[in-house]
């Protein structure tokens, strides 16, 4: 009966906002074709176990970690093959995403879902190069093409907001210690720019970024995103402000109402970060800390009237 549940709540309220523009995709093309990939089905009803336990009182994380182990396991093996027929592109990249979002709403799973970020990066490359989608839209010219009028009339970014950031990011000049989180640094500092000059731009800069994951070398990629690189570990904290910051853009992606929820769990991570960060450090992360932390308050606040569950900080 769980099952059943999962997968109805995976079409009506789990399934990925990603890639833009694909949500019948998501809603009738994928359940369609799903019971002929095992570990696509066990990846949707994963999602949606682990979203239900993130939005409810009910703790469905023994069959949502069941299903993942399940869903990595087969997506693996198919993975070691090249798509042969339709949907196997399309099944393979569904799973992807689905793992990926997932991630998004586990505790300690920042490192798993940077991983993922990269694979949906790599994997979306590779299946484009090979011409293996067959119903999925995920060039980046269609996603250009669906957002630019979607992006018309933005709020403005606080500019105080974005002083406070850019005073943050210079004051992380004087510790970068080697290429990798130079070249994280340097796109984050591109997208404080923009914001600076119009929301569009600081938008568009900020997607850019989970690209980088996938610009990486395997070596330079384990690098960064080791838990023990304290500066790579900040500079994610800034990342995850901006998402916040840059709330009213990424909402714009969505086809209805943006599920704050999908944020909640970065406060999770960002205690995390901040409570590995070395006293001589913290200084380092006060403006991701007043960022995601007031987001935490605002989430509470909305969590009282809908039933959402809030991390607290531990």
Known sequence: MDD????????????????????????????????????LMHSMLGLAATHL??????????????????????FNKALSKKPEKEPDGDALLATMYSLTFQSAFMSDSLIEFLIMVRGCVM?????????????????????????EPRLDDLPFVDVSLA??????????????????????????????SGIKVSSKLGYWRLVGIYNVM???????????????????????????????VM?????????????????????NWFDTIEGSVPPEFQHFIRWPAEILNDAREKWKAMAMTSGLTVAKRT
Not at 53 to 74: K, Q
Not at 123 to 147: E, P, R, T
Request: aromatic fraction near 14%; charge should be negative.
């Open 4 to 39: 059943m549940r999962f997968f109805q709540h995976f079409i009506l309220n789990a399934y990925p906002h990603l890639p833009v523009n694909n949500s019948q995709v998501w809603i009738q093309t994928v359940p369609a074709f799903s019971h002929n990939y095992d570990y």
């Open 53 to 74: 336990s993130a939005i409810t009182n009910v703790d469905y994380s023994d069959a949502a970690l069941s299903h993942r182990v399940r869903a990595i396991e087969g």
């Open 123 to 147: 994997l979306s490359g590779q299946l484009l190069s090979q011409s293996s989608i067959a119903f999925f839209v995920i060039d980046w010219y269609s996603h250009l093409k669906y957002m």
């Open 163 to 192: 002083e406070r950031a850019a005073e943050s990011l210079e004051a992380l000049k004087l510790v970068l210690e080697d290429e990798v989180n130079s070249f994280y640094y340097h796109e984050l500092v591109n997208v404080v």
């Open 214 to 244: 996938g610009m990486l070398s395997d070596a330079k990629f384990s690098a960064f995103a080791n838990p023990n690189n304290t500066i790579g570990q900040i500079l994610l904290a800034h990342f995850m402000a901006l998402e916040v």
């Open 247 to 267: 709330l009213p853009m990424l909402e714009r992606e969505y086809d209805k109402t943006f599920p704050t929820n999908q944020l909640i769990n970065r406060c």
